[in-house]
């Protein structure tokens, strides 16, 4: 049996293209912030460093040049270091998902940062009794000093950082959000091209159902029908549930089972309980696409499919790994997809993961 082709299940390829000319843009814009980011430290760091030494500036005639400069040097490399230290950790997201908020995050990171000083104690003992801040000063004194200094240097770093990060966030939104109404609008465009082809077709399904007698052709029909009435219901909403996409994924299979046969099996092990749980529309569609796309499927090596949520947090689709060997491996342009619409919609990963038997995508429940 000829099975009839599904145009409208495929990803919108110009709004990707639009997708990758905003990303493109925002990795040059956040090359640039983070050099700005840089040269902005140097210079705050210098800064700093030379308003610690101005008193002694003003009475060089009671200090050695020497010592106002290994003072000056001090200050500068321990402020580069305080910048360079809180901007890895603002932007690494395991720290940040270790420490659950911003504001636990951020205090944290002044109290560690600024502790390192004391490191100078006991790495340097030598170097700081050079410095003329600590000149006819008590050992305790001078370790209070600088860890108040430390303190408060390391609050400064941290305050500029922050808000610099708040600044670059706000830059990608609004790359985003012109990527979504630009989407949007090919979205729209396409719909209208596609608007007669798809209602047409539904309609003659439906016809032809009522003209055929054989009971296995018009189950046939009324599955693709269920298949072009979830496409046209949901081809312009961003979500749906999980218990709607696995409904018209047991469609969805019914017309491939039909091609493949026995080469095929799906089993589907899903709580009720995240039924109700949002989902980009056709997504287990293209995850199943590309598993039959990518793999081989026949009678004597059949493609096992299964979607779960044996991982807790997230719906596992998997299937055994028998690549095609006339298909070049990649992650395939509806997978690709899939992750930028759970980045875009939801802020969240996709998960994926392949070793020599199983492929498996794993999708945040939302």
Partial sequence: MLLIGLPVLKPNLPALGVLNV????????????????????????????????????????????????????????FCILNWIAHDFLLNNKFYQRLMGNRIASGMVSVAAVASTILLYDLILPDFRTVTIQFQDLSPDKKSALLLVRGFLISGLSYFIIYHLDLLLQKQQDSIEIEYLKQAQLEATLSSLKEQLSPHFLFNTLNTLSFLTSEDSVKEYIAELADVYRYVLQYKEMDTATLEQELKFIESYFYILKARLEDAIEISIDVDKNILQSKIPPLTLQLLIENAV??????????????????????????????????????????ITNIIQRYNLLFRKEVLIEKNNSTFTVKLPII
């Fill in 22 to 77: 905003y990303v493109r843009t925002f990795n040059r814009k956040f090359a640039v912030m983070t050099v700005q980011n840089l040269k902005l430290g140097l210079g705050i760091s210098l800064g700093i460093a030379i308003i610690g030494i101005s008193q002694k500036l003003l009475r060089m005639e009671q200090y050695e040049y020497s010592a106002v400069l290994v003072s000056c040097v001090y200050g500068f490399i």
């Fill in 293 to 334: 796309k990518h793999n081989i499927a026949s009678s004597s090596k059949k493609l096992f499919i299964s979607i779960d949520n044996q991982d807790g947090s997230f719906l596992r689709v998997q299937n055994n790994y028998q690549p095609k060997s006339s298909i070049q491996i990649s992650a395939g342009v509806g």
